[in-house]
C-alpha cells in the first residue's frame, strides 16, 4: 500500500505521463488492433497475495493494457460520437476522486449541491432553455430518458404504479421516430411498458420524423383503446443527427396531453451557438430534455444533464424518506438522490465547472463553430468528387457519406464500403464507423475533439481518397 511520500512521487510521475500521452496521442494507432482474448490471456489467471509496486503496476499497464485501448482522445477519432474530453476537465476529476465526495444530500457535502444547482442554471442559460426548468446532472442519456418515463408514468396514474403496480392500468403507448436512439427500447422495457407499446413513427427523406404520422398513430391508438402518454423527440439521432420538429410534435402533443421528451444526448451541445437554436425552436412547450457534456462539450464522462419542467413530480416519483437520511436541512435545498434511480452521487459537477470557467462560453462557441464549418468543408469535398455521395444533411458536425462511382448496384456498394471502412480503420491513422440509412451502408464521419484542426480533417479526406484511387 502506498504511503503519502510514494503517493506523492507516484502523482507526479502519473502527471508527467498523462501530459506526455495527451501531447502524443495522436501518433497512436486510433484503434486497437489486438484480437479478443490478447489482453485476458496475459493476465494471470489468479490474484496476487503480496503487495507490488507502483512501478511493476505502470509496466503491466503499458505493456498489456495500453495496446488494448482504443484512443478517443486521438483527434484524429471520428467514430461513433466523440467523448472529448479537455486538460481542466481531468484535473477536475483529479480532485474529486481525490476528495471522494458522495453527493446523495445536501449534508454529505453541501458544496456538490450547490455547485450542481448552479451549474444547472448556467448551462440552462448557455442553451438557452425556459428559466423555468431545473434538474439534475446523472451518468449518461439514457438514465435521463428513463427518468422522463417514469415520471410521465407516475403523473398520469397519480403516483399509483409506484405504488400498486400496473394492475388495473391502461395500456400506456410511447412514441419515437424510426432513427431514435435504441436506449429509448432499453427504457421502455425496464420501465415497464413493454416494448410491443413502442411505436416507432416513420421519417422523412431528412431522417426527421414525420409530425403527421406521428397524429395518426395516436389517433389510431386511441381508436384501439390504448392510452397514448409520450412522446420522445430527437436534437440529433445517433445515425445522421436529424432533428425532429419540435415545435410541429409538440403542437400534437399539447393537443393530446402526452409528455414530450427531447433527446438532445450530442447535438445539444451546439445549443451554446445561438445560430444552432433552430433545432430547439418549441422546447419550451417540451416536459424534460437531456443531453451530454461529456459528449461534444469537453467533459469526462460521466456527466448527463437532464432537465424538467414539472420538478415536483420527478421528485414524487423517486423520493424515499427513510430515517437514516434525514437532515434537518431537507426543507432547504435540493437533495439529489430525490431526483432519479440512483442513490449514491459522483461529485460531477465540479468538472463542469472547471470546463466552463477554462474555456469561457466563446471559447465553447468558437469550437463548435469550427467543427461545424470543417463538416461542412468535408460534406462540400464529397459533393464535388465523382466517386462519392452524400446520404444525410449535415445539421452539426456528422457527415454521412459513402463510395459510388457509378457501376455497382446497392448489394455491391454495401458490400464495397464495408470492405472500405475496415482497411481504413485497420490502418490505424483514422477511425470512423457506420450504419445504415435507407438500407445503404453509410460511412460516418464526425469531428468533434477540443484539439481537433482544420488540418486533421483534410488529412483524413485524403486518406480516404487515397483508398479508392
Known amino acids: 500500500m502506498l504511503n503519502n511520500e510514494d503517493f506523492r512521487k507516484h502523482a507526479h510521475d502519473l502527471v508527467d505521463w498523462m501530459a506526455d500521452y495527451l501531447e502524443n496521442v495522436e501518433d497512436y494507432p486510433v484503434m486497437a488492433s489486438v484480437k479478443p482474448g490478447d489482453i485476458k490471456k496475459q493476465l494471470p489467471l489468479s490474484f496476487s497475495e503480496e503487495s507490488e509496486s507502483f512501478e511493476a503496476l505502470m509496466q503491466d499497464f503499458e505493456k498489456i493494457i495500453l495496446p488494448g485501448i482504443t484512443h478517443w482522445e486521438s483527434p484524429n477519432f471520428f467514430a461513433y460520437f466523440p467523448a472529448s474530453k479537455s486538460k481542466a476537465s481531468v484535473l477536475a476529476e483529479m480532485i474529486t476522486a481525490t476528495l471522494g465526495v458522495q453527493g446523495m444530500v445536501w449534508l454529505t457535502s453541501p458544496a456538490a449541491t450547490e455547485l450542481e444547482d448552479r451549474m444547472m442554471e448556467w448551462m440552462r442559460d448557455l442553451l438557452g ?136 444526448a450530442y447535438s445539444g451541445a451546439a445549443l451554446v451557438v445561438p445560430e444552432f437554436r433552430w433545432m430547439s425552436a418549441g422546447i419550451e412547450k417540451a416536459d424534460s430534455f437531456v443531453f451530454n457534456p461529456h459528449k461534444w462539450l469537453f467533459t469526462n464522462f460521466d456527466c448527463s444533464l437532464y432537465y424538467v419542467k414539472d420538478v415536483q413530480a420527478l421528485k414524487n416519483t423517486f423520493s424515499i424518506m ?52 470543417w463538416a461542412n468543408w468535408l460534406k462540400q469535398q464529397i459533393e464535388i468528387h465523382p466517386e462519392f455521395e452524400m446520404l444525410a444533411p449535415v445539421p452539426v458536425n456528422l457527415v454521412c457519406f459513402r463510395f459510388n462511382n457509378g457501376k455497382m448496384n446497392e448489394q455491391e456498394l454495401n458490400s464495397f464500403n464495408e470492405k472500405l471502412l475496415k482497411q ?7 477511425f470512423m464507423t457506420h450504419t445504415t440509412l435507407n438500407g445503404k451502408y453509410t460511412i460516418r464521419w464526425v469531428g468533434g475533439h477540443p484539439d481537433l484542426t482544420k488540418a486533421h480533417v483534410e488529412r483524413a479526406w485524403e486518406i480516404i481518397k487515397n483508398y479508392i484511387s
Open 424 to 430: 481504413i480503420n485497420e490502418e490505424g491513422k483514422i
Open 322 to 373: 427513510p430515517e437514516y437520511l434525514k437532515t434537518g436541512a431537507d426543507e432547504e435545498v435540493n437533495n439529489y438522490r430525490d431526483w432519479h434511480i440512483q442513490l449514491g452521487r459522483r461529485f460531477r459537477s465540479l468538472k463542469l465547472w472547471f470546463v466552463i470557467r477554462s474555456f469561457g462560453a466563446e471559447g465553447l462557441r468558437k469550437i463548435i463553430r469550427q467543427h461545424c464549418e
Open 129 to 264: 432553455l425556459p428559466q423555468s426548468w431545473t434538474g439534475s446532472i446523472q451518468d449518461t442519456a439514457s438514465s435521463g430518458t428513463l427518468n422522463a418515463l417514469l415520471t410521465a408514468r407516475e403523473k398520469i396514474s397519480n403516483f399509483s404504479i409506484n405504488q400498486k403496480g400496473f394492475g388495473g392500468m391502461p395500456v400506456y403507448r410511447i412514441y419515437c421516430s424510426q432513427e431514435a436512439h435504441s436506449s429509448i427500447d432499453k427504457d421502455v422495457k425496464i420501465a415497464g411498458f413493454g416494448l410491443d407499446n413502442l411505436v416507432k413513427i416513420p421519417v422523412d427523406e431528412n431522417f426527421a420524423m414525420i409530425p403527421e404520422r406521428l397524429e395518426a398513430a395516436i389517433s389510431e391508438d386511441l381508436q384501439k383503446g390504448f392510452h397514448p402518454l409520450f412522446v420522445m423527440a430527437a436534437m440529433g439521432t445517433t445515425s445522421s443527427t436529424a432533428v425532429d420538429p419540435i415545435e410541429s410534435i409538440a403542437k400534437i402533443t399539447q393537443k393530446y396531453k402526452l409528455w414530450l421528451h427531447v433527446d438532445a
